[in-house]
């Protein structure tokens, strides 16, 4: 098996026949994790702010616009980029759309893959299984990590999250005597993740984006995404939808 | 002082007021300092190899054309991309075009920057000397660490080599009471060099290009090019051109 991560959303190659992992530890990939985990029946990601409006005009009621510009709520938006926003009384049974910066951007350039799924610290058990399932029945063999960046720029949150997803990976693999050969950002991340992992969050504390939340008031939604393995939800992005391999794609 | 990692050469943003510091240590980087180091007037580097066959017919014997494409020499040029070539007696006084698959579009893509420095382990104290004194007397007091990568991708023996730059960069900055803002990737570079610094060739080797090297029997250029501050040469690039910044651009 072959393990490859890509620092941004610009840096993406042709991912055709590989598994896709999409990482936007803060927040994206933490917020529809969160969503679906909490019973939203799907979200849809898109670029545009434009693109968001004129789509939930097509939904009756039933929908709800999240994201954020610049870390903060988009004005006229029902739902900020804050996970802790995205409750079970607020999001079950509903369509949520979403526009950010990074992580929608991420997703979409993931499209070329035979498999895309969403990952971050909340599910990061999950998505391997999930992901060695796909990639080990696929031709290809190749679990790609996509690292959603900051505006086109490595960030260490999503480092360190692809540094924990290919060190399980690689535990998964060993189990059956197989070492998987891992690219050398892939392996630069797994040494980052092994030097750090007693603790991640001084590390992450370190990236530029943290700091910038900090200074907004999201404390509270950094130690929400920076919590490992507490979801077992995996979405599961097809066809321009994003919804839970449990309760919808793989039942 | 701000310090920036760029991981390829086509990652990299506007440098405008920057002290860029290009690395490619496999091989480029070091063909070039090496060959200033030796004797040779000055290094043209160009895009592609009609450019350089083009330009070395402006010349009237006193030039020589370097380069490779996937790491072998080009077909009819003098020198290939093994800094053990670029002897004293061959290059003394000549000028060199030279052309290669990430280190020369690294420098080109460089030129933003106010000013351009030619890095690798073997002028690694030299060069971050050299860029201290540009960097602290220009007004952005910002050093840019180009890494040429490997055909657009993250190569770990640049990461490596910008780790040990940003290292020496911050204990000079310590030495005068300034702590140096690291982006994210000069952070994750910094740590990976931190983490390995006792024995950089064992992780270096895990490089996919390094493997590469090994295979096609360019073993003794590896164990050249990870020799640390065994020149006191820092080419510096202008206007197209690279000249040793002790004997042509400072004296």
New interface residues.
């Given amino acids: 098996m072959q393990i490859e991560v890509y ?2 959303f610009n ?1 993406v ?1 042709d991912l055709s026949g590989k598994t896709a992992i999409v990482i936007d530890v803060l927040r994206a990939t933490s917020v529809i994790t969160t969503a679906l985990s909490n019973g939203a029946e799907r979200v849809i990601p898109v670029s545009s702010v434009d693109e968001a409006l004129n789509l939930s005009r097509k939904f009756e009621g039933q929908v709800l616009l999240g994201g954020e510009r610049e870390a903060v709520k988009i004005p006229g938006f029902d739902l900020g980029n804050s996970p802790l926003e995205y409750k079970n009384e607020l999001v079950a049974g509903k369509t949520v759309i979403i526009t950010t910066s990074n992580g929608t951007r991420a997703i979409k350039a993931s499209e070329s893959a035979e498999h895309v799924l969403i990952g971050c610290f909340l599910n990061a058990s999950a998505v391997v299984e999930k992901a060695l399932r796909f990639a080990l029945s696929s031709e290809t063999s190749c679990v790609a990590l996509v690292c959603a960046g ?1 505006l ?5 949150d999503d ?1 360190a999250c692809a540094g924990l997803i290919v060190d399980s990976l690689v535990r998964n693999m060993e189990r059956v005597n197989e070492i998987p050969e ?4 892939a ?2 991340c797994h ?2 993740y092994l ?2 992992r007693s603790d991640l969050k001084t ?1 992450i504390s ?4 943290y700091k910038r939340l900090l200074d907004l008031g999201f404390e509270k939604d950094i130690d929400y995404c920076l919590q490992r393995d507490v979801l077992d939800c995996v979405p599961v992005y097809q066809k321009g939808c994003i919804q839970s391999a449990i309760s919808e794609v793989l039942k």
């Fill in positions: 620092s941004t840096s190659k900051t086109g720029e490595f960030s260490l480092a891992l690219s050398d950002l392996f630069a040494e980052l030097g750090h590390f370190h990236a530029g984006h």
